[in-house]
T-cell receptor, first 116, second 113 residues
């Protein structure tokens, strides 16, 4: 079974600085997608960025980028120029080829605080 | 605007009183799913649907029912709610049942007393 692990329950960053959130996963599948979701205090689940496993190039979305290391099964999220609105829970998630109920498997989350 | 709409946002009820949480998506997605989110347990899948009239159990289906009579709607039914079903519920949809990202509704905070 696939698992997703986020080893940092909480992180803190100064406004305008850069922070990296860690995520590792375990799978025997070769084709899968990885995602980072943001959950602000409003409780919405917002897709931040996605990475296709067969793509070598790391995904980037404005101030958000990932460091995808397939062999190491690592998928970290880097937030550059942190803003107060980035404060939220961040979830790393895995989705495979449909054999697992189409389920999105989530890590336990990292709570990010942004200090002004 | 492409979205997943679930209602209500907040619901307080008593043990045993049947309730339905509605979910609708306007993106013509094939796949829909329900999750519950609890502190320390993360998000867990309750039921999912690969397409119209095709539903199946997720990881925590006990006490819940679903139906998928139309592509856009996927209601969650609690026939006899109990306090252990107090939780934050999310409906989600995606284009297909694999690979594509899930789009989430805004959540329903359910309290069962």
């Amino acid at each position: 079974a696939q698992t997703v692990t986020q080893s940092q329950p909480e992180m803190s960053v100064q406004e305008a600085e850069t922070v990296t959130l860690s995520c590792t996963y375990d799978t025997s599948e070769s084709d899968y997608y990885l995602f980072w979701y943001k959950q602000p205090p409003s409780r919405q689940m917002i897709l931040v960025i996605r990475q296709e496993a067969y793509k070598q190039q790391n995904a980037t979305e404005n101030r958000f980028s990932v460091n995808f290391q397939k062999a190491a099964k690592s998928f970290s999220l880097k937030i550059s120029d942190s803003q107060l609105g980035d404060a939220a829970m961040y979830f790393c998630a895995y989705r495979g080829d449909g054999g697992s109920q189409g389920n999105l498997i989530f890590g336990k989350g990292t709570k990010l605080s942004v200090k002004p | 605007e492409a979205q997943v709409t679930q209602n209500p946002r907040y619901l307080i009820t008593v043990t045993g009183k049947k309730l339905t949480v509605t979910c609708s998506q306007n993106m013509n997605h094939e796949y829909m799913s329900w999750y519950r989110q609890d502190p320390g347990l993360g998000l867990r899948q309750i039921y999912y649907s690969m397409n119209v009239e095709v539903t199946d159990k997720g990881d925590v289906p006990e006490g819940y029912k679903v139906s998928r009579k139309e592509k856009r709607n996927f209601p969650l039914i609690l026939e006899s709610p109990s306090p252990n079903q107090t939780s934050l519920y999310f409906c989600a949809s995606s284009l297909t049942g694999n690979h594509s990202p899930l789009h989430f509704g805004n959540g329903t905070r359910l309290t069962v007393t």
